[in-house]
């Protein structure tokens, strides 16, 4: 079986797989790690978005060869309850979801937005988010945490 | 002579407390300084279990982190049947109320003879009961002593709104950080010893039988562990998720269906929907004392097409076998309703079968969480006892699970020469929209239709008004018209599988209804708000409208392209009130800019909850108005993933205000259906107000925008 080296949430690691499958189906299935959600296996809602590099990309249709020797950050990368993510703690805050099955996916998209522009208008937001489906309705909610995660971000 | 005071009637318990009476069933101290609190409502994603933790809490004088709420389940829960129709804060929160009051009562009883001081003399503050003298013990301390194995008595108190104090304030979700951390608190993410994943084969044209299947593919792929088939039920179990996709793809291959079932014209709902045969049920009707007299009538058709679920996770169960027991973990909405239905299929007793909750995503309804409960306990049974978890793909979640049920509705009203209301009629076609399971002789699941021995394919049905209705919900208006008569008929066939959606019929009546009295306003020249004020005499219901119309200025000055409109309903004419004013902007292609709402749920047990689900309900609502319809051709369904079922976007989502007027000592009802109704309304009113065309069939699309131009011009 070929290898496969990349980075997880900041450990390097070499993955036996066929390198053609998914990286979301690696991650939950090979690794065990099941924050990264499964939605749509076609990359048309972002539940299961990752940052590779440092974009948003949906792991259902990302093959794991395509991740070689990159940096792939998951939402157990992000943070935890000992050490959170502004996103994170923004997110129970604004009380920013309603089921939450969409979250972790969201949090990435805005943990990537974030990166390339710390400072991002309710506008910027909600395109860097576009990608990411919600069903509950709670769209407002979330647009809200991430403008707050960016304000206390830049007060640091 | 005075006649004596007719008796007050005997105080009764809480239905779902009447119906568990056992107060161990719904609450226990441990000697941890923690009480559990085992509701039979679900978590889906609407804060139930943080409203209801907050209830037992304040009932009991106790901090909310002591409150631990357990996860319903077959093996222990109290019974209250499903978690829909924005009921759980009614039933669950009602009787959770009424028996912590009890329990509360009891243990200062026992507080009193053990520290020997009179009852009314004790306190008690975070579980600690205290008395004169510095005398004190617990909740904890005396939980061996005191047994809850007791039945409910009717006539308790609880406390009064005034003495509550976590109540009607906004208390963090307590499910919120499991999600934000990705702790595993989705069904979909457990992972059990030994467990195995199972992939179920379904055909491509609807209802096709599966005439032939060839196994060799699948039984090539690596990890396979088993194929299972009983009729044109047919599905694999392997070691792996990845294994069990290849090998429904394998499968897939080798199997050869039949013609299928020949769908209705999508292009003609209408015409089908009442072509059908159908049972009329005369929903409501109401005679004027001294009937007007009639100088013209309006007749106006509306409709709305079948709405998916479209929950963004794709259901999922597992299932585990140990000899003639089965144990399930599922998403659905009624653990015991499941339990029953399986027990059906399987042709087991009852007590064989547990059937434990786990969270799932959003399902807004009945969607496939009962289908694949029983697909895992099918293919569990070829796993030697492991347990196997399966979950449908995302084309099975749009294309298998039940739809929301389309709708025709035409409502015709006789005017005088004032143009006022003289007679009202409402008609509803369509299928049932409940086929929910665990209700009726036969069972509603899925590979229950599928086995060699199939059962026969349910035909929804629908609940009578006294239970809100379910085609028919809303349909018979709030306000006083002198006379109306409403009537349903149900279609006795089913070419597409209908149930329970959010709201049920309310979505398509108030639509119909609201739209219908903004079109007879607007012919009088009269303000569609001043309009309905006039014809409605509950005040909770004018303060909705008014609220809502103070808040959105009513009625803005006119902008070309902008359109202002109003909506209004109390959800099943008993729950909560909401009234709605949307603004919309755009000429073929419209955009929602704003919606307003307020909305009198009663007692607000959780506000910022209530306004989360009233803000939710009014974003999902705006998508299925300008978005959402199942497609297919006569085949199959054709509208199986998100972009041919587009749902709306964070660009597209409208700035939502959403006003809660607290009323504490009104009983609570719940807020996650109200609405959707009203906004639907306000929309298409508000594209008559930019527009000036009347589109009165679902969704609002630009296609639908052309056509209803060309019929006016």
Redesign the interface.
């Given at each position: 079986m070929p290898s496969v080296r990349f980075r997880l949430n900041g450990v390097e690691l070499d993955v036996d797989a066929d390198p053609d499958r998914s990286l979301l189906d690696i991650l939950r299935g090979q690794l065990g790690m099941t924050g990264s959600h499964f939605g749509c296996g076609a990359g048309e809602c972002g539940a299961c978005n990752v940052i590779v590099g440092d974009r948003a990309v949906s792991a259902c249709d990302t093959p794991l060869w395509s991740v070689a020797d990159k940096d792939v950050t998951t939402i157990e990368g992000l943070g935890t309850s000992e050490r959170p993510h502004p996103l994170q703690r923004a997110f129970i805050v604004e009380q920013a979801l309603q089921c939450g099955y969409c979250v972790s996916g969201i949090l990435i998209s805005a943990a990537a937005l974030l990166k390339r522009n710390p400072s991002p208008t309710s506008r910027e937001v909600k395109q860097a988010l576009d990608r990411n489906l919600c069903r509950c309705g709670s769209h407002h909610r979330m647009v809200r945490a991430v403008l707050r995660a960016a304000e206390e971000m830049a007060a640091q | 002579m005075n006649q004596p005071a007719p008796a007050p009637p005997p105080p009764k318990l809480p239905v779902s407390l009447a119906a568990n009476p056992k107060l161990s069933s719904w609450l226990k101290f441990s000697s941890d300084g923690l009480v559990t609190v085992s509701p039979g409502k679900v978590e889906?994603?609407?804060?139930i279990v943080t409203a209801l933790a907050q209830i037992a809490a304040d009932e009991l004088d106790i901090d909310l982190s002591r409150v631990q709420m357990s996860r319903a389940s077959t093996a222990a829960s109290p019974n209250e049947g499903v978690t829909s129709g924005s009921l759980s804060i009614q039933q669950s929160g009602r009787a959770l109320r009424h028996a912590c009051a009890e329990v509360r009562g009891i243990f200062l009883q026992h507080a009193a003879e053990r520290l020997g001081v009179e009852i009314d003399a004790l306190d008690i503050e975070d579980g600690t009961i205290s008395g004169p003298g510095n005398v004190r013990t617990s909740y904890w301390e005396l939980a061996d002593e005191v047994s809850l194995d007791r039945d409910a008595t009717a006539g308790v108190t609880p406390k009064i709104a005034a003495r509550r104090a976590l109540t009607g304030n906004?208390v963090?979700?307590i499910?919120?950080?499991d999600?934000?951390?990705?702790r595993?608190r989705?069904i979909?993410?457990q992972?059990l010893a030994g467990m195995l994943h199972g992939r179920v084969l379904r055909p491509e044209h609807t209802r096709a039988k599966l005439i032939a299947l060839k196994e060799d593919g699948a039984r090539a792929v690596a990890g396979l562990v088993a194929i299972v088939r009983d009729g044109s039920f047919a599905g694999v179990v392997s070691a792996?998720?990845?294994g069990a996709e290849l090998a429904l793809q394998a499968l897939r291959k080798g199997a050869s269906w039949s013609a299928g079932d020949m769908l209705p014209d999508e292009a003609d709902l209408a015409s089908f929907l009442k072509a059908q045969p159908s049972e009329l049920t005369v929903i409501d009707q109401k005679t004027a004392a001294s009937p007007g007299k009639t100088a013209r009538t309006i007749r106006r058709q509306y409709t709305r097409p079948y709405i998916a679920h479209?929950?963004?996770?794709?259901s999922c169960a597992m299932a585990r076998w140990n000899g003639d027991r089965v144990h399930v973990w599922t998403h659905s909405q009624g653990v015991y309703l499941l339990r029953a239905d399986l027990a059906l299929v399987l042709k087991l007793p009852a007590e064989n079968i547990t059937v434990e909750h786990l969270?799932?995503?959003?399902c807004?309804g009945h969607n496939a969480a009962d289908d694949v409960a029983l697909d895992a306990v099918l293919l569990a049974k070829a796993a030697g006892g492991r347990p196997v978890r399966v979950?449908w793909?995302?084309q099975g979640e749009m294309s298998d699970a039940p739809f929301g049920a389309a709708m025709a509705i035409e409502i015709e009203a006789d005017l005088d020469a004032q143009g006022e209301i003289v007679d009202w009629r409402h008609d509803i076609w369509g299928n049932g929209h409940v086929a929910r399971p665990g209700r009726a002789a036969l069972p509603a699941l899925l590979a229950g239709f599928e086995l060699a021995e199939p059962f026969p394919r349910m035909v929804s049905t629908n609940p009578p008004q006294a239970n809100g209705g379910g085609g028919d919900r809303n349909s018979v208006p709030l306000y006083d018209f002198p006379s109306w008569r409403i009537e349903s008929h149900r279609l006795t066939t089913m070419p597409i599988r209908t149930s329970a959606l959010r709201t049920l019929g309310a979505q398509g009546n108030v639509f119909a209804i609201e739209s219908f009295l903004d079109e007879l306003a607007a012919e009088r020249g009269e303000d569609p708000v001043a309009f309905r004020l006039r014809h409605l005499r509950d005040e909770r219901a004018r303060d909705v409208i008014r609220a809502a119309a103070a808040r959105a200025r009513w009625k803005p000055a006119r902008q070309p392209g902008i359109g202002h409109g109003v909506g209004f309903a109390r959800y099943k004419n008993t729950g909560a009130y909401c009234a709605a004013i949307a603004e919309i902007e755009g000429a073929e292609d419209i955009s929602v800019r704003k919606l307003t709402l307020a909305v009198d749920v009663g007692e607000a047990i959780n506000p910022?909850g209530v306004i989360?689900?009233i803000?939710?309900?009014?974003?999902?609502a705006t998508?299925w108005v300008l978005k959402e319809r199942v497609r297919f051709d006569r085949q199959r369904i054709t509208s199986t993933?998100?972009?041919e079922y587009p749902?709306l976007?964070?660009?597209e989502?409208p700035?939502?205000e959403v006003e809660v007027i607290q009323r504490p000592d009104i009983d609570p009802v719940g807020a996650g259906e109200a609405a959707h109704g009203p906004v639907t309304a306000a929309i298409a009113n508000a594209v008559f107000d930019a527009l000036g065309v009347r589109v009165r069939h679902l969704p609002i699309t630009r296609d639908r925008i052309i056509a209803a131009m060309e019929l006016t011009s």
């Open positions: - | 889906i994603g609407q804060g906004s963090q979700r499910d919120i950080p999600k934000v951390f990705a595993r989705f979909h993410d992972v792996t998720e990845h479209a929950s963004i996770a794709p969270e799932g995503a959003g807004y979950q793909s995302r910022d989360n689900q803000e939710g309900g009014a974003i999902q998508s993933d998100w972009t749902i976007r964070f660009s989502v700035d939502v």
